[in-house]
């Protein structure tokens, strides 16, 4: 008969602690945590208990050495991979990046070190090499010591995105979209959130964004009801630009207003409806 993981957290930490000398000797319990502390090179790698108490509940009793055995062996193994990949990375916080997604479906989100980035998109965090790169796991990052990330959006600034090109690009007769670029990147569209620097002071009435691939930014500053025109063709390069995409994005068109603000913008929709973006419209001047 199973049991709360809890119920069995006295027991099992009893039995991690008996084990430790014999599977990992140079590894220790940490009770403040209820994390196996496992030395990985001048660092170290922690596994919390959890995993343990859980698979301890749902057995007998008379098997829990066995399970545990088992996991302290597994946590052994992944930390012995930890060692491997720090002395293949190096100081691999120099490799974190920050790439911008669209909205992860819960179980896709699962098991990555991934953050709200607004309500439309998430914020995950890459380890940038050509060969054994990738998101990082929630696991990973524990096993390689990674804790405190907020160095990781700097990183994507300074090695990443110091180069972008910035240019206008004729959309329509007398109408340019500004186009954010660094062909080959995958991360150019970190820049979502700060759209601002690229569009002309005082621009109250934010811009049409949109992101179709990680290398390109285009961007449209609101100043007229010429958008009403603008938005259906911003629209279909979007669209066109996200189907050809080798790294694709998000394809759709996002209205950035207010505090960093990204809303949807279906053309038709948006321009003749009643909410937020058609209120703008009725306050434009002319073009």
Known sequence: MSMEPLDAAVDVHALIRDLLPVVAPSAWFDPGTSEVVLPVGRSEARASSWTVLERCAREPREIWPRVVDDWLREVGDRAFLAVGEMELFGDVRELLRLRIVPKLAPRDREGLVVVPAGDHFDAMVMIEHPRYGGPLTKARAGLLGLRKLGYVMTNTHDRELADVE????????????????????????????????????????????????????????????????????????????????????????????????LTPLPPLEQTNGSGEFAALLRRLPEA
């Not at 790294?247 to 960093?260: K, L, Q, T």
């Open 166 to 261: 910035v240019r206008d690009q004729p959309l329509l007769p007398g109408e340019n979209v500004r186009v954010v670029a660094k062909p080959g990147s995958r991360y150019v569209s970190a820049l979502l959130s700060e759209v601002e620097q690229f569009l002309p002071r005082h621009n109250e009435n934010g811009a049409l964004v949109g992101v179709p691939c990680h290398s390109t930014l285009l961007l449209y500053p609101i100043t007229s009801t010429a958008v009403r025109d603008v938005l259906p063709i911003f629209a279909d390069v979007v669209a066109e630009m996200h189907a050809d995409a080798e790294d694709p994005c998000a394809n759709g068109v996002y209205w950035s207003h207010g505090e960093r603000r």
